[in-house]
């Protein structure tokens, strides 16, 4: 079965703070996405970044950074010098690579807080 | 770039209401599939679909209808609303090709029923 956990439910931080999101996953499949989605206060479901199984490579995009070990099945995201308009919730998601349905798996999600 | 779109962006339903949520898009995606989220959840998928014609069953289906009868559109039907429907709704899209599994979401429908 697969499974997406995010353990940390809410953070806060002050801004610039460097802040870094986790995220676990379980999965039976050796060919798989990873996605991380931001849902701003506004409520939409924002695409960040997607990775293959395939790709270890770590990723930075910007203020945003992405770790991706497949040793430990986690795929973690960093923010650097956090904003006060980073808050939002943060949701990591998996998905099969072949036989796909256009089914996500999503974690519980990971709000968070910067304050100024 | 209309992309996936959704109505109403809000709604009010009376137990036992029958209502529909309506999703289109406009990418040619072939998958086409309705997510709703509950806190402390994340988001569990409803229906979803894989070409016209073709609808199938996600985790949480219980008193919600698909239908695909265009590429375009994938509308969500409630029959008799429940409170425990009170959630908000999300349809996605995605294709193959270059974007490979990248699932693109509407920006959802708040769905209250009392």
């Known amino acids: 079965a697969q499974k997406v956990t995010q353990a940390q439910t809410e953070i806060s931080v002050v801004e610039k703070e460097d802040v870094t999101l986790d995220c676990v996953y379980e999965t039976r499949d050796t060919t798989y996405y990873l996605f991380w989605y931001k849902q701003p206060p506004s409520g939409e479901l924002v695409f960040l970044i997607r990775r293959n199984s395939f790709d270890e490579q770590n990723e930075i995009s910007g203020r945003y950074s992405w770790n991706f070990q497949k040793s430990t099945s986690s795929f973690n995201f960093t923010i650097t010098a956090s904003q006060v308009v980073d808050s939002a919730v943060y949701f990591c998601a998996l998905t099969k690579k072949t036989g796909n349905t256009g089914k996500l798996i999503f974690g519980q999600g990971t709000t968070l807080q910067v304050k100024p | 770039n209309a992309g996936v779109t959704q109505t109403p962006k809000f709604q009010v339903l009376k137990t036992g209401q029958s209502m529909t949520l309506q999703c289109a898009q406009d990418?040619?995606?072939?998958?086409m599939s309705w997510y709703r989220q509950d806190p402390g959840m994340g988001l569990r998928l409803i229906h979803y679909?894989?070409?016209?014609?073709?609808?199938d069953q996600g985790e949480v289906p219980n008193g919600y209808n698909v239908s695909r009868s265009t590429t375009e559109d994938f509308p969500l039907r409630l029959l008799s609303a429940a409170p425990s429907q009170t959630s908000v709704y999300f349809c996605?899209?995605?294709?193959?090709?270059?974007?490979?599994?990248?699932?693109?979401f509407g920006e959802g429908s708040w769905l209250t029923v009392v």
């Open positions: 990418m040619n995606h072939e998958y």
């Open positions: 679909s894989v070409g016209a014609g073709i609808t």
């Open positions: 996605a899209s995605r294709r193959t090709g270059t974007e490979g599994n990248t699932i693109y």
